[in-house]
């Protein structure tokens, strides 16, 4: 069984989470720059085995997609094509921000350290990972 792994896509940067081996756990694993997200990508899918890739799906309050999944559509496309063993899905990221937030806040991290973006980042995607773990296990 290979790992799952979770992005949080952005312009500037993407938070990147994975399961452990077995598929229980969500860990952050790091923010990548953007404008490296493949490379690194194919560097880390050459040395783990990946059974999945989620990709956050920026959604509206009514289930729609946002104007920003017109950016994270071409890329989950490139991934297909790029790691075509590999599933690559969407996972709704509504509320990940504000739960990041909140999950540092009650992880007593202080207030300058909550203004790391690339914090936010790698925990939103721990979310989204989380989520879909959690969805996957309870299908």
């Known amino acids: ?34 404008a490296q997200l493949m490379p690194y990508l194919k560097q880390y899918l050459s040395r783990e085995s990946v059974d999945t890739i989620v990709v956050g799906k920026p959604t509206r309050m009514d289930g729609t997609p946002s104007e920003t999944f017109a950016l994270i559509e071409p890329f989950a496309a490139r991934l297909r094509r790029e790691f075509p063993s590999v599933e690559v899905v ?13 999950a540092m806040i ?14 936010v980042d790698r ?3 721990t979310i989204i990972l989380q989520g879909f773990m959690e969805n996957k296990k309870n299908g």
């Open 1 to 34: 069984m290979g790992r799952i792994l979770a992005l949080d896509y952005g312009k500037k940067r993407t938070g990147v989470a994975v399961s452990d081996p077995l598929q229980i756990i969500a860990n952050a694993l790091e923010t990548v720059p953007t």
């Open 90 to 102: 969407y996972w709704d990221e509504r509320f990940t921000s504000v739960l990041a937030h909140r």
């Open 106 to 119: 009650d992880g007593g991290v202080k207030k300058m350290a909550r203004r790391d973006k690339a914090m």
């Open 123 to 125: 925990i939103s995607a």
